[in-house]
């Protein structure tokens, strides 16, 4: 790839770049970038050098467990000292991705907080992630506002308006268009150093701080590479350490061994933790993908109330509660469904129970994807949680064991669930390709991790021809049938004379390739992302 010197000897933009964006990146914030990059990104690479070293010693049947090392750490009675103000209440979060719109919609929706995100709903175009900074300076300036030329209407920012939270790329992404000393930036600095680097002085005038949601973490020394990031960002910009915000989201099967090492590493910028339900369920797969005693059913089957899931959710309540942190539940996906009332009342009951449940088990606050589930979310943790937060409720006689947490749920596999992976994950793939990561299907708004479980289960269930409920196994040739198929209704759907409009041609592509693939993709993001 050839690049064009923009900047400086050490900061390189690719040759794709356009568009520079001369407010965003001032010549202060990319020289913060390059100091980001300098300091971090070796160490970011090991971290991730140590993950493929650690999926080695699941291949061959050493399963996670806590650690001995952290003993000590796990049994003290330490916990964190303080929660800012703007953040003990955080009963219903929406999140979604930096689109302008959706950015003054959410803050607007009646959430007490927003977790605007640069990851798993955001597709990283380079216009995706730069614009959606702008976006966030906007509105913590106040000064955001849109006009929907189609419907003829303009949003603007209500005067109350939620907490603002940002969710980074994970550690395993890459920012392709910003090099420095010829190395891909990492997506985590850059969507971190720009938010710090722009919104610390305004937030703090306005008695808040940059607070983040930690995506995809694997191990405690990932959560002491973030808590070094904060740290020197903080002295770099010239504010107290410890001002940034951090909630971890618990989405990796590993992490949820380690979670009183996490919040201990982070001990001076964390405030909770969050059950990151479908991720969790497909870092599950991931793990132990290659063991065929381990093989999950349909993934509409695995529900937080199947042993592992319910596990893991009461252990982060516990340990978050007894560190005197947040235990955030997890994500309602269903979006209304306008034009079927009793669908709709299926759907939203289906929410009810979820959040009941969540609120009951002693979680201070869940996540909603819909403005039109804010209110649903958020009558029943009025219910059942009459002040800000639950952290009294310590869940003391819970006794989590380590096989709890990877318990093989009951169920089964079936003809309909390999059909709705292939259709769900190629419908999803062409959106995320088209610039789109934040997808209606099914009346559910799904992001990333919905694609990865699709994809990763097929894998699998390939991988070892897994038996179906009616008594066939999945060998290449019964896939290959179904796969078939559904890319006939899919292209059906669509109408052959709109194709060439679409991604849907190298979606069907991608993924067969990721399910057929011989060695397991990591995530699909990275084998997608230099395709948009």
Same mark, same amino acid.
């Given at each position: 790839m050839e690049e064009a010197l923009i900047t400086s000897t050490q900061l390189q933009f690719s040759k794709e770049v356009e568009h520079y964006y001369p407010e965003l990146l001032t010549d202060g914030a990319l020289e913060f970038l390059i100091a980001l990059h300098q300091k971090f990104n070796r160490s970011r690479l090991q971290l991730l050098e140590e993950r493929a070293k650690r999926q080695v010693q699941f291949d061959l049947g050493e399963f996670p467990n806590f650690l001995p090392e952290t003993e000590q750490t796990r049994s003290a009675n330490w916990r964190v000292k303080h929660i800012p103000d703007d953040l003990r209440d955080r009963r219903v979060e929406i999140t979604g991705p930096v689109d302008r719109k959706m950015v003054i919609n959410a803050l607007n929706s009646g959430a007490k907080t927003f977790m605007a995100d640069f990851e798993d709903s955001n597709a990283p175009t380079w216009y995706n992630c730069m614009q959606g900074q702008q976006n966030l300076i906007d509105a913590n300036n106040r000064s955001i506002s849109y006009?929907?030329? @189609?419907?003829? @209407?303009?949003? $603007?920012?209500?005067? $109350? #308006?939620?907490?603002?939270? #940002?969710?980074? !790329?994970?550690?395993?992404l890459n920012e392709r268009h910003i090099l420095i000393n010829g190395e891909m930036t990492s997506g985590s600095l850059v969507d971190f150093g720009l938010y710090v680097y722009h919104n610390s002085g305004v937030l703090r005038r306005r008695g808040s701080a940059p607070y983040f949601y930690l995506p995809k973490l694997e191990h405690y020394l990932e959560a002491r590479w973030w808590n070094e990031v904060f740290t020197f960002a903080e002295e770099y910009i010239g504010i107290p350490v410890g001002t940034y915000k951090a909630t971890v989201l618990i989405e990796t099967i590993t992490a949820s061994f380690q979670l009183d090492e996490i919040i201990y590493e982070l001990k001076n910028?964390? #405030?909770?933790?969050?059950?990151? !339900?479908?991720?969790y369920i497909f870092s599950y797969i991931k793990k132990f993908r290659n063991h065929p005693s381990y093989i999950l059913p349909d993934r509409d089957q695995v529900t937080m109330t199947v042993p592992f899931m319910d596990s893991y959710s009461r252990l982060v309540i516990q340990r978050c509660h007894k560190r005197g942190i947040h235990a955030m539940g997890g994500m309602a996906a269903q979006i209304p469904i306008n034009n079927d009332p009793v669908a709709n009342e299926k759907a939203l009951e289906k929410v009810r129970l979820d959040k009941e449940r969540e609120v009951k088990n002693g979680h201070d606050g869940t996540w909603v994807a819909h403005p039109g589930l804010?209110?649903?979310? @958020?009558?029943?943790?009025d219910k059942y949680m009459p002040k800000a937060n639950q952290l009294e409720k310590l869940r003391e006689d819970d006794h989590i064991s380590a096989t709890d947490l990877i318990a093989i749920p009951n169920g089964t596999i079936t003809e309909k669930g390999i059909r709705k992976n292939i259709s769900v994950g190629i419908l999803y793939l062409e959106s995320w390709l088209r610039g789109n990561g934040c997808v209606a299907i099914n009346n559910l708004m799904e992001d990333a991790a919905t694609a990865e479980i699709s994809r990763t289960q097929v894998w699998q269930w390939l991988k070892f021809n897994a038996r179906l409920d009616?008594?066939? @196994? =999945?060998?290449? $040739? =019964?896939?290959?049938?179904?796969?078939d198929e559904e890319v006939v209704k899919i292209r059906h759907l669509v109408g052959e004379g709109n194709l060439h409009n679409t991604k849907f041609e190298e979606a069907i592509a991608l993924f067969d390739k990721l399910v057929r693939a011989n060695e397991f993709e990591e995530f699909l993001t990275i084998k997608a992302y230099n395709e948009i």
């Open positions: 006009f929907d030329s @189609k419907k003829g @209407k303009s949003y $603007e920012l209500n005067d $109350e #308006v939620a907490v603002l939270l #940002v969710r980074p !790329r994970g550690l395993h910028h964390i #405030v909770g933790l969050n059950c990151g !339900r479908w991720d804010v209110k649903i979310a @958020k009558d029943i943790f009616d008594g066939r @196994k =999945l060998t290449s $040739e =019964l896939y290959q049938s179904i796969f």
